[in-house]
């Protein structure tokens, strides 16, 4: 898979993409695209079930300079299952080009903090946090009070996405993010009509008006106007 140019759904402030893992996440979401995907597309399944593995070819894809890349936006890097061997290789493939910005999303940020000495000062280093409510059956990944906390201790460049939103209390959820001071804070809904537990457009809106009051960068995705018309 070469470099590619952001499109889609994908971030706006994100300039092009870039997966060298292959197999199936272990966090294993519920909403999961890339699962969907797999099950619709013969080359999509052999690429990502399976273990968790690397995708040797991918490491001699030439990243230049001046771009914004996010890397392993198909897996979690920092999944628990994934080896640090995987994850010592991928970075270093990054710092082998380090006149970009690399960005890094994970649903285990505890795993961070033992990688640090290692990601490039410039990376963006973000966290999934859907909700702030206990939600058995949406993913096996740690638990968003516990993402929480990991990302709040950690000194870099952070942010934050709340996407798909699931049904949320707005206090909590919006001192969360406070707590976690990210750079900003990306929120979207469901793109897949999936029947996730989504929040009210009341909620939604009482919590932009949370974060405006802590000074928090917002940067909403388009697919949020689907709960905003309800």
């Known amino acids: 898979m070469p470099l590619n140019k952001s499109k889609g759904q994908m971030y706006n402030w994100v300039t ?65 299952d994934v080896p640090q061997e ?12 380090p006149h970009n910005t690399y960005v890094f999303q994970t649903k285990n940020p505890a795993r961070y903090s033992d990688n640090l000495g290692i990601i490039s000062l410039d990376s963006i280093l973000g966290v999934t946090i859907e909700t702030n409510r206990f939600m058995p059956g949406i993913s096996t990944a740690p638990v968003t009070f516990d993402r929480m906390i990991a990302i709040e201790k950690l000194n870099a460049r952070k942010f934050v996405t709340i996407e798909p939103v699931l049904d949320f209390d707005v206090d909590v959820l919006a001192s969360w993010i406070d707590r976690i001071k990210p750079e900003f804070l990306n929120l979207g809904a469901d793109s897949k009509n999936r029947n996730l537990p989504e929040p009210t ?30």
């Not at 797999?38 to 273990?51: I, Q």
């Not at 932009?208 to 909403?220: N, S």
Request: charged share 25%; proline share 3%.
């Open 86 to 97: 995987f994850i010592n290789k991928i970075i270093n493939h990054c710092l082998w080009w």
């Open 16 to 80: 092009h993409t870039h997966s060298h893992l292959g197999g199936a996440c272990p966090h294993a979401c519920s909403y999961c695209f890339v699962r969907a995907m797999a099950e619709r597309f013969p080359a999509m399944k052999k690429r990502y079930t399976g273990p968790v593995r690397l995708i040797e070819d991918e490491f001699k894809v030439n990243y230049g300079t001046d771009k914004t890349i996010f890397i392993e936006h198909m897996n979690d890097l920092f999944a628990a």
């Open 201 to 230: 457009v009341e909620k939604i809106m009482a919590l932009v008006d949370k974060l405006h009051e802590y000074g928090i960068e917002l940067r909403e995705k388009h697919n949020l106007q689907r709960l905003k018309a309800k």
